[in-house]
């Protein structure tokens, strides 16, 4: 079983920054793809950013210019940098992972979600 724990989220001021981590633990052979999602109230989860084996991350519109996902392989770790935040950032952010066990076997993993809150 593959568990994710995201931390960082908070409150800040318009304007202001955010980095949110996500570490991977358990039986894991290989990561191909990992991404950020993120619900707001009374609204559907939207994928912010995502990144598969080699390639650069992909970023919705909204976020272009202001987030960024970088990534340790070596601890299993995805950041989402966040700069310049807009009250329209306000959500919960959940990571997603999906890859290989060390049987080989498919897994689809989810963090709980952490709160992301822009407010005065």
């Known amino acids: 079983q593959v568990q994710l724990v995201e931390s960082g989220g908070g409150s800040v001021q318009p304007g202001g920054s955010l980095t949110l981590s996500c570490t991977a633990s358990?039986?894991?052979?290989?990561?191909?793809?990992m991404a950020w999602y993120r619900q707001a109230p009374g609204q559907q989860r939207e994928l912010v950013a995502h990144?598969?084996?080699?390639?650069?991350?992909s970023y919705v519109d909204s976020v272009k210019g202001r987030f960024t996902m970088p990534k340790d392989n070596t601890r299993n770790t995805i950041y989402l940098q966040m700069n310049s935040l807009k009250p329209d950032d306000t959500a919960v952010y959940y990571c997603?992972?999906?890859?290989?066990?060390?049987?080989?076997?498919?897994?689809?993993?989810w963090g709980r979600g952490i709160q992301v809150t822009i407010s005065s």
């Open positions: 997603n992972m999906r890859g290989y066990d060390r049987q080989r076997t498919t897994f689809d993993a």
């Open positions: 358990g039986n894991i052979f290989t990561i191909v793809a």
């Open positions: 990144l598969t084996g080699f390639d650069n991350a």
